[in-house]
């Protein structure tokens, strides 16, 4: 009681923008166990079931070649050539993304029509979220993956589920995670925004806004939502093929393509590739190996945690146009010591900083920011079209990375990271460029941030308007 007499007390001496929002009664709210509880069971089985599947379908990799390879020759009496046992293990870890790329697609157009809650979960995070801290919460789905890669490389560890007689056992335990979700996200309310602006339904919406953040402070929330509400004015959810053809969206829908491609074509995916050739230069026993690789899976927690504290104070751009300028210098860097791993005997060790400081540089930035601002970057009636697409460009690129890279880096050698430089520093350009500041800014104000971009340079504002009729 005296913790809500003094929040309000504090809430009293702020002073409000024109917007509405108070900086000061923003700092003065704290989620409930209830918000925290609901990051928690979409984390689970999202975001940390998606990291656990990756890293463990990497520990038991030279026994399922194994597995191929006895399966092929007791079915054809003939060794399997090594290019296509090279492309069948390439199908086998990439097939997944298929089926991320169809459930998207059925998540997002379900979140229109029944609720977001247990369908699209970065949008679902995104809504639920105060405006001070959403950036936080939205990378709480990166701090949850991250951890499920961490977790898996532990699982995988031939002291623990590593070892060849239980690689059937430890794949099974992906189930685990969504088991998990599937018993605790009934236990939390649908989005606000959805039930308020979708559904019209104000008593659930508020009824859901104190569940999330209590009674005390519930109403600078309502205030935002019942604001865009006005705006839209009673607009539809707009389809994928309707988002394409309107202007209002266009470099919205330009960004976070560019943003989610950028996210799988940076070289994060080779760096894992070359980290047990680095370690094994570096002189580590082959056996000891999954053990300093757990030092890549702690490096992606530290940064998402980092970056998770950081959003909210730098901001988005700082962190995204950071990071990929360093992953850039990490690729120059890696590029060179790769070529002369042999030269000395402490090259392998500069190749092996790279490494890391790579991990580090993508969870700083990219990594943890991406899915904030494809939140952020709509409204209402066309944010769920929006999370089709970037959740479909995202998929389809995982495919395709996973099934040419290898290739690549056959073809290619320590030299793909040339081109993952340039991918680095393009998208950084890009941004830098375009894609405006959205901390502390509600929906409704980055869409205005855009509409000079949608628009050119005559777009006049509501505010600007109302200004020259004065």
């Known amino acids: 009681m005296e913790e809500g007499m003094e929040a309000t007390s504090m809430i009293s001496q702020g002073k409000t923008h024109s917007s509405g929002y108070s900086p000061v009664a923003a700092v003065s709210v704290v989620p409930t166990r209830k918000l925290f509880g609901a990051v928690c069971a979409v984390g689970i ?17 030279p026994y399922i070649q194994k597995f191929i390879n006895e399966t092929w020759y007791s079915r054809y009496h003939t060794q399997l050539d090594e290019g296509l046992l090279t492309l069948i293990w390439s199908v086998i870890v ?3 993304t298929l089926g991320g790329l169809i459930g998207t697609v059925i998540g997002g157009y379900a979140a229109s029509m029944i609720g977001i809650s247990m369908c699209v979960q970065p949008l679902y995070l995104g809504e639920i979220a105060p405006r001070r801290i959403r950036g936080i919460t939205t990378v709480g789905i990166n701090i949850f993956l991250t951890g499920g890669i961490l977790i898996g490389q532990i699982v995988g560890l031939r002291e623990m589920l590593g070892a060849e007689k239980y690689w059937p056992l430890l794949l099974a335990t992906c189930a685990i995670p969504a088991l998990i979700q599937l018993i605790s996200l009934p236990c939390f309310p649908e989005s606000p925004r959805y039930l308020l ?13 104190k569940s999330f953040y209590g009674s005390l402070h519930y109403k600078i929330e309502m205030d935002d939502i019942e604001k865009e509400s006005r705006a839209l ?6 389809t994928v093929v309707e988002l394409f053809f ?9 960004c976070i393509i560019v943003m989610n491609i950028g996210q799988q074509l940076c070289g994060i995916n080779a760096i894992y590739f070359y980290a047990h050739y680095v370690f094994k230069k570096a002189g580590i026993p082959e056996e000891n190996i999954p053990y300093v690789t757990l030092g890549t899976g702690v490096c992606e927690c530290i940064t998402a945690l980092t970056c998770g504290l950081l959003i909210d104070r730098a901001g988005r751009r700082v962190l995204i146009i950071g990071g990929y300028s360093l992953m850039a210098f990490w690729c120059i860097m890696l590029t060179i010591t790769l070529t002369y791993q042999e030269a000395h005997s ?4 500069l190749s092996m900083t790279g490494v890391l400081a790579f991990i580090l540089s993508f969870g700083l930035g990219p990594g943890g920011a991406t899915n904030t601002l494809t939140a952020e970057f709509f409204t209402q009636s066309t944010r769920a079209g929006a999370f089709i697409v970037a959740g479909s460009v995202n998929w389809t690129s995982f495919f395709v990375v996973g099934m040419v890279f290898p290739f690549i880096v056959n073809g290619l050698n320590q030299f793909c990271f040339l081109f993952f430089m340039a ?11 375009v894609v405006p500041e959205t901390k502390n800014k509600s929906f409704l104000d980055i869409k205005e941030d855009f509409q000079k971009l949608n628009y050119g340079q005559w777009y006049k504002s509501p505010q600007d308007l109302a200004e020259a009729e004065m």
């Open 45 to 61: 089985g999202g975001a940390f079931q998606y990291g656990y599947n990756l890293s463990t379908i990497n520990a038991p990799t």
């Open 94 to 96: 990439s097939v997944f």
């Open 197 to 209: 602006i979708d559904k019209k339904d104000e008593y659930r919406c508020q009824k859901a806004l």
């Open 233 to 238: 004015n009673g607009e539809k959810q707009k």
């Open 246 to 254: 309107d202007r209002m969206v266009k470099w919205q829908l330009i």
């Open 346 to 349: 402490w090259v392998p060790y």
């Open 423 to 433: 991918v680095c520093l393009a998208i950084a350009i890009f941004i830098y460029c």
